[in-house]
């Protein structure tokens, strides 16, 4: 009964993850047929292109036995953030884009750290410890990205910039891999996903007690500064979509991470 239920919620966290992966794309056709970046970030889509890179990484046999299907989801993953970066850094301005790729050289030089450590100091239980503790840090780290929208919209009174879809998505995935890792006993699992899914209820509460102000302006009162933070709102908003876009990331690192372990 408990494989059944852990194979269950490993399916359900590999459907939502890979919409959670894909859910950039809007935004990236937009920026293709404007031929500009406009005000969206491209540091989400670099971290979380680090992380599905670790959880890759950490899913190959050598270094977590069993657990191949970590690699192929966070192995397409890589895939799909790989080609949000590439297109990001080419309708880019200039200086933009030498950040950015300034962002890339560290993403790959952690990556490429992670590799040859775990290949040439690390052997059996520890290469597994180490590069799953590697991936598990990038995946908090990226489940902390919404608080900055959540501080929006708490201050601004307006769900407006915090899409319904993305923040259930966030909290169903987060979950659906939080059980599997606790039927699992896996902490790798469970510590990512649970905060997930901690904050993707944050979210959904926020947007239950805002709902109705969708849309609307800055609080009164505060005059020109309460303008220039909506106007900074619509920039977060961007860097929010990688949150969970990489929500979008662990959710598919654990999403892999325990499918696979089901199987053992």
Known sequence: MEH??????????????????????????????????????????????LNCLLSAWYGLPFVSPNNILVTTINGTGSLIEAIYVVIFLIFAERRIRLRMLGLLGIVTSIFAAVVLISLLAL???????????????????????PLSIMRLVIKTKSVEFMPFLLSLSVFLCGTSWFIY???????????????GSVLGLAQ???????????????????????????????????????????????????????KVASQV
Request: charged content about 20%; overall charge positive.
């Open 4 to 49: 059944i239920a852990r194979f269950f919620f490993g399916v359900s966290g590999n459907v939502i993850a890979l919409f959670l992966f894909l859910s950039p794309v809007v935004t990236f056709w937009r920026i293709i047929r404007k031929r500009s970046t406009e005000d969206f970030s491209g540091v989400p889509y670099n971290m979380t292109l």
């Open 123 to 145: 052997h059996g239980n520890g290469r597994k410890i180490f590069c799953g503790l590697a991936a598990t840090i990038f995946s908090i780290c990226m489940y902390a990205s």
């Open 181 to 195: 890792g606790l039927l699992g006993r896996d902490p790798f699992i469970i510590i990512p996903n649970g905060c």
């Open 204 to 258: 959904l509460v926020l947007y239950a007690i805002y709902r109705k102000n969708k849309g609307a302006a800055a609080p009164p009162g505060k005059g020109e500064a309460a303008g220039a933070e909506v106007e900074d709102a619509k920039k977060v908003a961007a860097a929010v979509e990688l949150a969970d876009a990489a929500t979008t990331t662990k959710v598919a690192d654990t999403v892999a991470d325990g």
